[in-house]
T-cell receptor, first 115, second 111 residues
Framework: EAGVAQSPRYKIIEKRQSVAFWCNPI?????LYWYQQILGQGPKLLIQ????????DSQLPKDRFSAERLKGVDSTLKIQPAKLEDSAVYLC?????????????FGPGTRLTVL | RKEVEQDPGPFNVPEGATVAFNCTYS??????FFWYRQDCRKEPKLLMS???SGNEDGRFTAQLNRASQYISLLIRDSKLSDSATYLC????????????FGAGTQVVVTP
């Protein structure tokens, strides 16, 4: 079974530039998550989708971050404009459903460096 | 105060030895508990769920103490391949699948 796919794997940009990340979840998984993992910290949830609807975006810095999952499958996360503190690994995860014992499967992540 | 707190380590463990470490969580309404493993520069992967009665999975034993709000993980007969960061993860009752991660405990198993 194919896992969660993410691209690009690495991205280096200068501050104030824009960047976008793409995620393709495991087939059939209704719930998709974007996490930010800063070096030395655990992943922090940015946004959670259930199909194509947003369930939780309480920790998403909405002045610069946006995400969409238009057809309930693939998702993109955008940062515009980027700041130095956005340097982190952006992890996408998916699960069959939300809550309960639904295991979240993580993709390999996109490592973003903002100079 | 952080929602999930862990000793960052590193815990340096000789091969074959036993290592144990805890994490504490602040939300008493937390519903589900997990240990994830994260290898260097890799994604987190579920190691095991933690049940109220405690549970084992091979050489790994997890315990939950709701009264004191802590979770523990014990690794017996450590292998070199157990070297990783172990993330304590909590799912609050009022969340929609949202997981709260600790910063991780690093374990280094040495020959």
């Amino acid at each position: 079974e194919a896992g969660v796919a993410q691209s690009p794997r690495y991205k280096i940009i200068e501050k104030r530039q824009s960047v976008a990340f793409w995620c393709n979840p495991i087939s059939g998984h209704a719930t998709l998550y974007w996490y930010q993992q800063i070096l030395g910290q655990g992943p922090k949830l940015l946004i959670q989708f259930q199909n194509n609807g947003v369930v939780d975006d309480s920790q998403l810095p909405k002045d610069r971050f946006s995400a969409e999952r238009l057809k309930g499958v693939d998702s993109t996360l955008k940062i515009q404009p980027a700041k130095l503190e956005d340097s982190a690994v952006y992890l996408c995860a998916s699960s069959l459903g939300a809550g309960g014992a639904n295991e979240q499967f993580f993709g390999p992540g996109t490592r973003l460096t903002v100079l | 105060r952080k929602e999930v707190e862990q000793d960052p380590g590193p815990f340096n463990v000789p091969e074959g030895a036993t290592v144990a470490f805890n994490c504490t969580y602040s939300n008493s309404a937390s519903q589900s508990f997990f240990w994830y493993r994260q290898d260097c520069r890799k994604e987190p992967k579920l190691l095991m769920s933690v049940y109220s009665s405690g549970n084992e999975d091979g050489r790994f034993t997890a315990q939950l103490n709701r009264a004191s709000q802590y979770i523990s993980l014990l690794i017996r007969d450590s292998k070199l391949s157990d070297s990783a960061t172990y993330l304590c993860v909590v799912r609050p009752t009022d969340s929609w699948g949202k997981l709260q991660f600790g910063a991780g405990t690093q374990v280094v198993v040495t020959p």
